[in-house]
């Protein structure tokens, strides 16, 4: 499982709802601690909350992770390092095949883009941020909450090694600053091979019963030695009991529970449709490229398993919507609210009335979309070569104006992450960006039809194509000191630049920049301003005692290790590695590496592997650990079963189950698959107790 | 545009609709002459309908043709014998990129598969049919419904020449046999390139204005001798004017004008996105098998563009049913229709719990509905092999048992057709086969899941692309000679083959009667009668002056030639070959042939090209003749506008449109592009009056 990029047409949402038993996705300033010592008799303390939240981590890119050693040792998931290990292998040495572990340190490889982020403050910043949109609509209310939320991120960041991010919780509800410290050398330390990290392939992702070790570690470097880190969870080698009191502390990507009816079909009719026929064309496509030879599917893999794996997740959603009895349970409970509202003369009428402007602004999406994607975004210039002709073309821009007056994503706070990605060393390989781009533009055509202006300007009487070579064959942006140089010279160099793809990025950056801006004016800040309101009457009306839809931001969910009943079929909570070899067919994607032969008569083939639990989960969470009350890492969240997938509308506590790796079975792997001691030494010098 | 195969999935419906100002597929013993009086002043005979009917053809594949001379010679389009085209080309002649032209009757070349059917009698056999089925549910009724049909059919068909259908109109409101004269001897005459039969390719696909010269000639044969055509079309070289009546005669393949707002949803949310996700896969496999090379890209041509237009259409269609008031319309005509039915105490009660057992019917679809596909369907197995062993080992086992105890497919009736195909020598490509095999057995598994028992027999403990390797490596079935001896042979010999493929569809067979046997029981056969049902009270209550729902029957419908208006925009009823110049760039697809280019002085550049007519057709309707009142040939249809695309769920008289090629473009261009002087010497001659 992998975090679902979420992008401006999948997200937009309001209010909370009353959680099930164990349902939510709680911030740490706002836990449940009474709930849970109510249901388990078990007392967490603020002491116990901080340590747990200093030992998490999040990896930018879009996981989760958490510290196991006082030595700055990370633990995430395999394919949460998959284009860390893609990028440091070549057509010799392939680490996705073969697997990582570095002998000593001096063989911890850094990658070129990892960075990972530790959440040390949470601020409330809501009146700040209200009091700046006070009276104001569309591009006006955009504008002024941009700048704001920029100034305050400005005043945070008093430095690169710091992250400050003003989030919005309970759709505008309330605005936190959340200040990370921000690590960018981190170096990968052990990885075991792609087959055994994504056993079953795309067939078992999503299921359980499995067998994964979906395991990385990583380590946090500072001044170029490792991170002493205060915070880290010691390790339980026995790892949880069925029926066990667990905890999962992460990053979430985005949850949709609180959408209106009107989004909740735009999403089940228009946008999961036709995001999953693309993907689903763009999979064919992929797997046929890879047929090219073993280097194309060398550098080809990491895009595919994200294609493959989104589309699972995206068809799972789709899935939930169009059942019946749960669109039907939406329907009913948005009419239960509005006639509730139409009973509050003090709270309603606003309320109200935003449904009715999302409801207008999401009909106008309908008519854009093609242009939101495809002009204003950039489905239809897929390769790295264009995002990096685009940050150098309005990065050199936005540079020239006053912080709070520049699009979001070039604010002062946002440069760092910014820069850490465009110089990155990581290799491009132009042949697949032809293929990509060349796909790209095609779709961009069928969306758009031959005769749009914007298609006229990009292909003129070229086919996709031809314009996909002619760019990847001229551009100079694969080479990272170009990219500096332009970057350094700002707009003059860019403006003089005479590379093909920064040419492309000039000449349609007025068109994306003019659809961004009806966007905004006309969709984004309306659906803001809607559901701010509506969150606001649900505050008034039903108190703030629950916990706000899924923002990319630090959360914990308690829950317990337990399988579940599917029609007269008992799915137990545990699997066993001898469970392992049963499954192996030797043919991918169920063939177990040669290791796990070898290893074989070594093994205690009783050992758990992997295991379910009630917690509440979504894509982001991936490289969660899976905590014990003792605050001791007992599990590794690497996947959800397939009905966690309706988890981004709701939380079904019946069949809904997290899926994690064992410690128990990380430590015998390490022990006795791979060696790896160095690793093991570590955790286990950390496990005080045992 | 193309056929869409109405599979069983997709064509499930009931009764009749008030039709809007010009809509409606009528049958040729209910056209509406008065009415057609009534708002054109025309009179509409008996000799006229007769001698439209019997100028009529249907491509036994899929698509709609006319007779255009006294020698047999028939119109249609270039997309409906391009498996032709592609059959008959080699490596070294390409009958696709270049176009056919016979000089002499001699080079007249044999079809593999076509099969030309004329319409020779309808009778009306609702009495019979209902009377052997009166009293019976479930497999029961599906039992003797079929053993009925197949009786009337093999009484009916008293030789081979001759092709017997029993078809049920207005849902089972009527049930009517179609005696067809069927011939099987069909030679292409004339073919344009592919550049500019399908110029625009897929991005001007269900789109106008439009520049496609997308026609052909066969000639079909009797006792290896031109047939003497009594009916035929005269050519009209002037072509239609704006404004003008027309009428087009044609199979609309299949319309779902009249589901239950439940079998609309299951559309909407289940069969329509999943087909769609399907094609776009295949469709994003297929353009990169392309790449592999020319040969590669030869052989697989037609399963792309098949591919590519399906899934435009499918879209088309599924953008009707998420439109809000399309959709929220349906519900309301039915909430009306079962309000009257409530208040109709003698037709009310049977109807109304059809609505209850079509939805429970409905419900147990979608639970079953990847084993209906891959089970009991072959979604699994897309290669010709296992569609030719199928075919021989049911064929075996079939035609031991009396002709009414048969699957309907191997009653004798149908013998001719099935063997018509399995016989056919076109040309099969080991490597495509596999390759499609391949990938069809992925998504057998991924539909399925790895642990389907189903799954686990076909695959055992290879992977798909294995199993793909070893079967069409070591099949024979590549030989026609080996079908034969198969096919006679009989269940002895099937039994005793070692053909890889035979083993396959052995072993699989039991298995998929299985599932085709509870299909039929819960399924189809609910359906089926509860529509019926529907059906009888709905022309009890509203009487019979509407026209069925399409079923690949022979229909006429009529209108007039006419642009439309979108937005602010006009969109004229004609474009000239002028224009065909204009858009020209060169590129694929948008590249004319060099035969125009080098033509482009000696043609009428004001010649009208294609235009477009308010008829209501659909895909099936593919190669149809644009008739005038005079019942002369004044174009040929090819395709819809992308409103016509609803046109399965309803007829939206201002923006949907038929797309038709000009008599006056192909007259210019027979004459003074491809100097096909024979040709157009046989249409001109028949022309009487010109």
Chains 1, 2 share one sequence.
Not at 607 to 628: C, E, K, L, Q
Request: proline share 5%; charged share 25%; glycine share 8%.
């Amino acid at each position: 499982m992998r975090k679902i990029a979420a992008t401006a047409l999948l997200a937009v949402a309001f209010a909370p709802l009353a959680p099930h038993a164990e349902e939510g996705m709680w911030t740490f300033n706002n836990f449940p601690k009474q709930k849970v010592e109510a249901a388990y008799g078990v007392k967490i303390t603020d002491a116990w909350l901080d340590h747990v939240r200093l030992s998490s981590a999040r990896l930018a890119q879009g996981c989760s992770a958490s510290f196991v050693s006082p030595d700055g040792l990370v633990m995430t998931n395999h394919h949460c390092v998959e284009a860390c290990l893609e990028q440091l292998s070549t057509a010799k040495r392939n680490y996705i095949a073969d697997g990582f572990s570095a002998k000593s340190p001096a063989d911890e490889q850094r990658c070129p883009v990892l960075e990972v982020n530790q959440l040390v403050e949470i601020t409330d910043v809501t009146a700040r941020v209200k009091k700046a949109t006070a009276g104001l609509d569309g591009q006006k209310f955009a504008d002024a909450q941009k700048a704001e939320t920029g100034r305050i991120e400005k005043e945070c960041q008093t430095s690169a090694a710091l992250r400050c991010n003003v989030v919005s919780l309970y759709h505008g509800g309330i605005y936190d600053l959340y200040k990370y410290r921000r690590y960018q050398d981190v170096r990968i330390v052990f990885a075991p091979e792609f087959a055994i990290a994504f056993f079953g392939g795309d067939p078992d992702n999503f299921t359980f019963p499995r067998y994964d070790l979906d395991v990385s570690f990583v380590r946090v470097y500072e001044d170029g030695k490792p991170l002493k880190a205060a915070n880290f969870l010691r390790w339980n080698k026995a790892g949880p009991k069925d029926g066990q009191l667990v905890f999962v502390s992460g990053h979430p990507g985005g949850t949709e529970r609180q959408l209106t009816v009107a989004e909740l079909e735009y999403q089940r009719d228009v946008a999961l449709p036709e995001r999953i026929a693309r993907y689903a064309e763009l999979r064919g496509a992929l797997v046929e490229f890879q047929h090219r030879g073993a280097e194309q599917k060398r550098v080809s893999e990491g895009t595919l398993f994200g294609i493959e794996n989104s589309l699972k997740a995206l068809k799972g959603r789709r899935e939930a919507l169009v059942d019946k009895s749960f669109f039907a349970d939406k329907v009913a409970a948005e009419e239960a609210f509005r006639k509730t509202l139409a009973s509050s003369p003090r709270e309603g009428p606003a309320a109200l009335k935003a449904y009715g402007s999302i409801q207008g602004a999401n009909d106008l999406l309908r008519n854009v979309r093609f242009e939101v994607r495809n002009v204003m975004g950039s489905d239809g210039f897929m390769t790295d070569y264009f995002s990096i002709a685009r940050t150098l073309v309005r990065g050199a821009e936005e540079r020239t104006k006053p912080n709070e007056a520049r699009l979001r994503e070039y604010q002062e706070a946002q440069l760092p992450a910014v820069t850490h990605r465009l110089f990155s060393p990581a290799p491009i390989y132009p042949d697949f960006e032809t293929f990509k781009l060349a796909w790209s533009l095609t779709k961009m055509r069928e969306d758009l039809g031959p005769d749009h202006p914007f298609v006229k300007k990009v292909l003129g009487s070229d086919s996709p194509s031809d314009v996909a070579q002619r760019l990847v064959r001229g551009t100079k942006l694969g080479d990272v000191s170009q990219r500096k140089a332009l970057w350094e010279g700002g707009k003059a160099a860019v403006d003089a630049s005479s590379d093909p793809m920064i040419a492309l990025a000039r000449q349609v950056d007025p068109d994306s920049r003019a659809v961004r801006r009806m966007y905004e004016d006309q969709i984004e800040s309306v659906e803001t301003k809607g559901s701010e309101a509506i969150a606001q009457a649900r505050f008034a009306l039903e108190g703030t005692s629950s916990y706000p839809d899924a923002t990319f931001t630090l959360r914990l969910t308690y829950g317990t290790v337990k399988g579940w009943t599917e029609g007269k079929k008992e799915v137990p909570a545990f699997t066993t590695l001898a469970g392992a070899f049963e499954r192996n067919t030797g043919r991918d994607p169920f063939a177990l590496p040669k290791s796990w032969i070898d290893a074989k008569p070594r093994l205690d083939l009783a050992t758990p592997f992997d295991f379910v639990a009630t917690t509440d989960i979504i894509g982001g969470n991936s490289g969660s650990p899976v905590i014990n009350q003792d605050g001791e890492a007992v599990g590794l969240v690497f996947d959800g079963n397939i009905w966690s997938l309706g988890g981004d509308y709701g939380f079904d506590p019946k069949l809904n189950r997290t899926v994690a790796v064992d410690t128990a079975a990380l430590t015998e792997a390490l022990s006795k698959i791979y060696g790896a001691k160095r690793v093991l030494g570590e955790l286990v010098a950390g496990d005080g107790k045992k």
